[in-house]
């Protein structure tokens, strides 16, 4: 049976041995050759890797593990766009993907609600005197 989740970590299977771009949570971005990936945690390993840092300095590394709660988003080959498993006219693979796309990892919205106040009379009179 396949999940909603099924599909786009398909693809990132399929992208093994192939040249990545991984952009994490804290706003770095590492191009590597994907070595490998757990299904469960979604931890990446890349290798010969390129990584732009939030600052704009450059680094080159060996071998890079990302953990998969840092991982915000992996930029695929365009050589998978053939793939066969992808039938991008199929209905229902195009509303796992999108679902996939929509789905929050920790299930938590990471800022909290805004909440809006209503002014009260004393500060409605000041606003009135400033105008």
């Known amino acids: 049976m396949e999940g909603v989740a099924d599909i786009p970590l398909r693809a990132i299977c399929e992208a093994t041995g192939f040249l990545v771009k991984v952009e994490t949570t804290d706003g770095s971005v590492y191009d590597g050759k994907l070595m490998q990936l757990d299904a469960i945690c979604g931890d990446i390993e890349l290798i010969d890797v390129r990584c732009q840092h939030r600052d704009s300095s450059l680094s080159v590394e060996g071998r890079v593990f990302l953990k998969g709660s840092s991982v915000r988003l992996v930029h695929l080959p365009s ?53």
């Open 79 to 131: 050589d998978l766009k053939r793939a066969p498993f992808l039938d991008w006219r199929n209905l229902s693979i195009q509303k796992q993907l999108k679902s996939s796309l929509k789905a929050s990892k920790g299930g938590e919205n990471k800022w909290p609600k805004r909440t809006r106040t209503k002014p009260t009379k004393l500060e409605h009179r000041k606003k009135k005197l400033l105008l």
